[in-house]
């Protein structure tokens, strides 16, 4: 069943930037989102690539991993809030919850709209509680909440 607007216009597919170095990871996020729906998904495995992608593909939602190599998550946040990004961002990591939260933070001191942080591997529950409010947005115009991670 597809989704429509109040005036019964069919919604645009939200847009999905994934990021992240590792192949599984980006298939296994892939897999989850087409399972949750219809997505515009797009997946990048360098940041330096994903960052001049930004302006072009537009994703209303980037789902960064924060260990990435030569740019990490954290750098190529900064450049993402530098460069304007408007989109929403799910951060991801195997690290500690302390340095998710701590990068959660910069990123928002930076302007980023973060709608949490969460620890490798997500779980198809949290990418739902990140993904559904965004798609309410679209759908009716109502202001996503945040989902602070795990």
Request: proline fraction near 7%; charge should be negative.
């Amino acid at each position: 069943m597809s989704q429509t607007t109040r005036t019964g216009q069919p919604c645009p597919r939200l847009r999905v930037m994934l990021l992240d170095d590792d192949p599984f990871m980006l298939d296994m996020l892939h897999a989850m989102f087409d399972e949750l729906g219809s997505f515009d998904v797009q997946r990048e495995s360098d940041a330096r690539r994903a960052l001049r992608a930004l302006p072009v593909e537009a994703p209303d939602l980037l789902v960064c991993d924060l260990s990435l190599p030569e740019m990490d998550g954290i750098e190529f946040m900064q450049a993402a809030a530098r460069n304007g990004f408007p989109g929403a961002v799910l951060l991801l990591s195997g690290l500690d919850r302390s340095v998710r939260s701590a990068a959660e933070r910069l990123a928002m001191a930076h302007g980023l709209r973060v709608l949490g942080s969460f620890a490798k591997p997500l779980t198809l529950a949290s990418l739902r509680s990140v993904v559904e409010p965004l798609q309410a947005v679209r759908q009716f115009g109502a202001q996503p909440g945040g989902a602070h991670g795990q």
